[in-house]
C-alpha cells in the first residue's frame, strides 16, 4: 500500500507514514446527529471501510454495508422489514442492527447458516450532536481519549459542518496545525468584520526550539500536542522581499484568538479561542480512503441554559458559519488538495524540505508514530 | 490477470477463477443478424478482442480490427473500395474479408509483404436470427454443442435485445442461473399482469442435496447444468422475520412457468417456459471485457408457419419485450452491477459465503471448470 | 516504467522504445513567444515535468512549478510581489526567477533555509518567435543542434500553431516522417486550391535500399535523417486492389513540393518546400507526459524586409493555417491518437510489423537511440 522505500527512509515516523487509510482503534466522527434519522438508514466510507447507519429508538448502530453472502452493498436498495433488521435487496438473508447477527433467511428459512454468523458491527457513541464510530477490533476506550480537551464539557455546545475533501486525511490534519499556513488566510473577510488581527507568520524565537511544543501522551485522556510558537515567537504583520515590504496583516482591530493552538489523536484539532473570544474550535480529518478525507468544521460555545443553546444556534448559522466557517476555512480546502500530487506516491514524504516552523508539525508526526493504536490495512477492508 | 494467491484458495472451480475473460474456444454470439447489414461493417468486442464483422452476399465475416502493421483499428475510418475487402485507412493495406489475406498495399504495391500475411479472422454461423462468432483457435465443434437444447429446432422462433452490461460476465451467469435471486423480482409487473406467480425463494428439502441438479457432460451436444431445486424444495410464498411474515409473493394467477431452469456453457441460460407457458427464455452472458458483458435476452416460440412467425413478432415486441425482459429482467442487470465491485479484485471469490440453495451455482462452477476448452488470456489478445 | 520483456526483444532501438518521456539533455520548445507575456507567468508539462515561465524585462526565464518545502504547484495561485520573484501562496517561500534562489521567506524572515536552497531552473532561448527549454542538467549545446536545417537561417521567418496530442511522442514523430502516411491525406482540400498533387503512396526501387536514407550525425550542427524514398521511388497516383484501380490521387496541378523530408533529434521534422514552393514546414512533437505530446506545426518563409514579414503573417492566417496547417495536418492527429492503445503497454514495438517503406522510421529509431543525450525517467520529474 506504502512504498517500501519511502519507509526506510522516513524512520522517525513511518508509522505514520504507513497510516495512507488513518490509525485503527480510534474513535472517529461520521455524521451530525441530525443526519442519522430514525429508520432512516445512511451510508458513508471511513478508512475504507463502507458502513450502514440506522438510529432505532433514539440509539445509532452501524453495520458493515456488504452482504456476507455475495459481497453486495446493502445500501444499493434498502429493505427494512422490520425495526430491528435489514434485509439484502439480493437474497433476503435478514441481519440485527444491535448485532449484525444474520437472525433470518428469507428465501430459504431453513438453512443453517441463519442464527452462525454475524455481519461486522461497530461501536457508537454520540457526543455534542455528533455520531463518532469506533473503527477498530479492541474494547474500545472512552470516547474522552479520542477527542480534544474541553469538547465533552458539559456546558460545551457544538454546531459545524461536513464537507469531503480530495486530499490524504494527513494533508487535512498538517493544514490545520501548521503555524505559518496562516498566510493563505491574509485576504479572509473574517479578520476585518470579525474585529481582529492574524499575523501572516511567525519567526520562531532561536534558541527556543525545545519550548515550540508541549507534548502530552495521555494515561487518562487525550494524546497530543500543544503548539507553542505564539509564545516563542515573533508574529510576522508585515511581508518583506529583499528588505522592502510587499503585503502586510488586515488590522481588523484588537479582539485576541488563536491563543492555544492543539492537535490530538487520531487527527482532530482544537483552537482555542476561534474565530472569536467566545468561541473554540474543533476540527476532524477523518480518513475516507486513500485520497479523501472529511472535513468536520465545528465551534464550540459555553453555554449556562437551554436560551443560551437556542441564541446561540442562530447566531452559528447565521454568523459564524458563512463569515468563518466558509469565509476562513474554505481557503484550507484547497489548499490541502494542492498537496495531495506530491504526496500521492508516498514520495513527498521524502522530499519535501521542512524549515524551523514546522517543529510541531514534526512532534505530532513522532507522537502519531509513536502513541497510535493501529494502522489500518487494506486487510482490514 | 488474476491474483494467485486467490487461485490457490479456489482449487475446486479454479479454471472458473481464471475465466476473467471468459473461455476460448467456443461459440458466442456477437450481433442480432439485422444488426449485420450488407456491406456496412460493424464493430464488437468479445472476450477482450476487437471484431470488426460485414455481410457480403449474405455471408457474415469477422476479421479481428487491428491492421498488422502498425496495430490501429480499422473500423476508426472505415475505406472498403471492393466488396470483398477492407483497406486500413493509414497506409492502405488490404485485407480479404473471408480469410484475411492481405491481398494489396496500395501505397506500395510491389511490397514482398503481399500475399504473404494474414489478418486474424473468425468463423462466423448465423442461427436464429443471432450472429454467432467462434472465439478460439482450434477446429470449431459444431454450434449446437454451445447452446441450450431446443434453441435451434427447427420449429423455434427467437426474438430478442442486447444490453452492454458493467460486471464481469460471471456476475451475469450467476445472477441467472441463482434460484433465489427471485427474491429482487418481488415487485415486478410481469406476475400480476401475466397472471403467473414467482416465489421469493426456495426452501430445498433437506436429505435430497444430491438431486439438486443434473450435470450433462455433452458428448453430441452442450454441457451444462439442470437446476431441479423446483422438485426438491419449498417454494416460499411469505417472507418472515422472527417467525413474523412480512413479505408476500403477488399472486398474479396459476399460469405455470419456470419449470425447467438449465445453464450451459460458455454461459447461455435457458428457462422453460418463461415468462408464460407458450415461451421459452434463452440468455446470453458474453464476455466484453473484464469489467463488462454483453446481456442477450431473448424469448423463443415454437411456430408452425410464417403467419404464426409474424404474429409472433408482433407480440414480441408490443407485449413481452416491454413486460418481461424490460419489465422483468431489467432488475438484474443492477443486481450484477451491484455485485462487481466486491469481485473485481479476485478476492470475492474467496470472501463469499455460499449457502444450501448455491449448490446449483456449485455445480455450475465445477462443471465449467473442468469442461471449458480453454482460457482466454491477455496473451490472446 | 517501459516493459522489461519489449526492452529486451526491441534491441536494435532499445533506447528509443525506452523514452517514452522524451531524450533528456535537449531543447525543445515550450510556447510561441507572444503567450509568454511581461509579469504573467504561464504554466506548461514537458517531459513530465511542470514548469512555470514568465518574461522579465523582455527575457524570458523558467523554474520548476513546485515549491521546495511541501511540493505544492506555484501556479495554483500565483503571487508575484516583485518584478523578479515569485512567492509561494502557502508559506510565503519566495524565490527569484533568473536563479531559482529562495531569497526569503515571509512567514519567517529570519528561517535558516534563506539564501540556502535553489529552486530548480531552466536554460530559455528565444528564437524565431519560438520559447525554447532546456530539459537537463548537463551544460547546454547551441540550440542550432537540436533544430532542422535552416531553421535558425536569418532571412527565415517562422509562423505557427502548437496543439495537445492525446498519443506519445515518438507516434507524432513517426505519422509525421513516415512516407506513405501520406495515403491519408488524399481528400485533404489543400491539393486542389493549392494547384499540386501529393501521391497516394511510393513503391520504393528494388535493390535502392541502402539509397533511402541519408544520416547525419551531427558534430557541429544536428542530428537526423533524410528520407530520401522520393528519389528512389515510384510515386504512387493510382491505388489498385486485384489489379483494378479504386483510388486516385486529386491532381491539383504541378506545383512541386515534399521534395526534401527530413527528422532531426530530439524531434523535429522538415519538410521542404511545403506546403508551397515558397514555404518550409518544421514541426515538433514535444513529450507532455507519457500519453500525449505538444505539436508544434509551423511554416517558414524566407523574407528580405520588414514589409515581406508584414505580408507573410498575413497570407499565413489568412491563407496557409486554415488551408494546410488545419486542412492538411489536421489528419496527422487523429491517426497519431488512434496509434495510441496499440503502443501504450510497449507491446506495439515488438508486435508492428514494418514494411520496405518504413526504412527511414527504422533509420531515425536507430540514430536516435545512439545518438539522444539521454533518457527522462520518472526519477527525473
Not at 455520531?131 to 476506550?141: K, L, R, S, Y
Not at 470516547?143 to 480534544?148: E, G, N
Not at 497530543?224 to 508574529?235: K, L, T
Not at 489523536?265 to 474565530?275: A, N, R
Amino acid at each position: 500500500m506504502v512504498n517500501e522505500d519511502v519507509l526506510k527512509r522516513t524512520k522517525q515516523w513511518r508509522g505514520y507514514v504507513e497510516a495512507k487509510l488513518g490509525f485503527r482503534n480510534h474513535w472517529y466522527p461520521a455524521f451530525f446527529a441530525d443526519e442519522v434519522k430514525e429508520g432512516e438508514p445512511v451510508k458513508t466510507k471511513l478508512l475504507g471501510e463502507n458502513l450502514l447507519l440506522n438510529r432505532i429508538d433514539g440509539q445509532v448502530f452501524a453495520i458493515k454495508d456488504q452482504c456476507l453472502h455475495r459481497g453486495v452493498p446493502l445500501s444499493k436498495k434498502l429493505e427494512c422489514y422490520t425495526k430491528d433488521t435489514i434485509t439484502c435487496w439480493y437474497h433476503a438473508w435478514t441481519y440485527q442492527w444491535k448485532d449484525g447477527l444474520l437472525c433470518d433467511i428469507m428465501t430459504d428459512p431453513s438453512s443453517q447458516m441463519i442464527g452462525k454468523h454475524k455481519l461486522k458491527t461497530y461501536k457508537v457513541e454520540e457526543a455534542k450532536g455528533l455520531v463518532f464510530i469506533f473503527m477498530g477490533d479492541i474494547d474500545p476506550p472512552p470516547l474522552s481519549h479520542d477527542v480534544a480537551p474541553n469538547f465533552l464539557d458539559d456546558d460545551m455546545v457544538i454546531r459545524g459542518i461536513k464537507t469531503e475533501v480530495n486530499s490524504n486525511w494527513r494533508m487535512g490534519v498538517e493544514n490545520g496545525f501548521d503555524s505559518t499556513h496562516v498566510f493563505i488566510h491574509k485576504d479572509s473577510p473574517m479578520m476585518p468584520e470579525n474585529k481582529t488581527v492574524v499575523p501572516l507568520g511567525f519567526s520562531p524565537n532561536r534558541g527556543e526550539e525545545n519550548e515550540m511544543v508541549t507534548v502530552v501522551k495521555g494515561e487518562d485522556g487525550p494524546t497530543g500536542v500543544f503548539d507553542n510558537i505564539g509564545a516563542h515567537s515573533r508574529p510576522i504583520l508585515e511581508g518583506t522581499i529583499k528588505g522592502e515590504p510587499v503585503v502586510h496583516s488586515v488590522m481588523g482591530g484588537d479582539k485576541r484568538i488563536a491563543l492555544q493552538i492543539s492537535i490530538w489523536l487520531p487527527g482532530t484539532l482544537k483552537v482555542d479561542p476561534f474565530p472569536d473570544p467566545s468561541l473554540i474550535q474543533f476540527e476532524w480529518y477523518v480518513p475516507r480512503d486513500e485520497t479523501s478525507h472529511w472535513y468536520f468544521r465545528t465551534l464550540g460555545r459555553r453555554v449556562e441554559n437551554a436560551a443560551e443553546e437556542t441564541a446561540y444556534d442562530k447566531e452559528f448559522h447565521e454568523h459564524w458559519k458563512p463569515l468563518s466557517l466558509h469565509g476562513f476555512n474554505d481557503d484550507d480546502i484547497w489548499a490541502r488538495e494542492a498537496m495531495q500530487t506530491f504526496y500521492e506516491d508516498d514520495w513527498g514524504w521524502v522530499k519535501e524540505q521542512l524549515f524551523e516552523a514546522d517543529s510541531n508539525i514534526v512532534a505530532w508526526r513522532k507522537l502519531a508514530s509513536e502513541m497510535n493504536r493501529g494502522i489500518q490495512k487494506k486487510e482490514n477492508l
